[in-house]
């Protein structure tokens, strides 16, 4: 868990405002870290995962002296409502392709919200590395 706090509307106004086709949260968050080229794909429905996903591909610069001044990236994103609309699972998955073994892990990010009000939900927001070979010694 990195993050747990409430935030002032529904999920789907959360959806609307932070993740939806229109909105610019992306394009400025990405421009704030400096990062370039990037490509929002629209939200359309997944019949395999269900809910709507989409990718979304730019470059980030990186910080290591292992690696190249910037690296492509890819990050596909899921999202679910309940039925009820009252809760959105939104779920990213990102990998970096130029660093050094950036094909052996990915990183996933998982957000929870829940309607806690009429005005509020609940967000809890959970992140972690996955391996995508493992290694046997």
């Known amino acids: 868990m990195i993050f747990q706090n409430t935030f002032p509307g529904t999920p789907e106004n959360f959806f609307t405002v932070i ?31 269900g809910g709507n996903v989409r990718e979304v591909t730019f470059r980030s610069l990186c910080h290591s002296p292992l690696c190249p001044p910037d690296t492509a990236v890819t990050e596909l994103q899921h999202a679910s409502f ?8 939104y779920e990213t ?18 957000w929870s919200l829940r309607t806690t009000s009429s005005s509020t939900c609940q967000v809890d927001v959970k ?11």
């Open 19 to 49: 993740l939806g086709d229109d909105a610019m949260f992306f394009q400025q968050y990405r421009n704030t870290r400096k990062d370039t080229d990037l490509k929002l794909s629209k939200w359309h429905v997944s019949d395999e995962y």
């Open 82 to 89: 309940s039925n009820d609309k009252r809760n959105l699972i």
């Open 93 to 110: 998955k990102q990998q970096a392709h130029d660093v050094p073994f950036g094909s052996y892990f990915e990183i996933h990010c998982r």
């Open 127 to 137: 992140i972690g590395k996955f391996n995508s070979y493992q290694v046997f010694l």
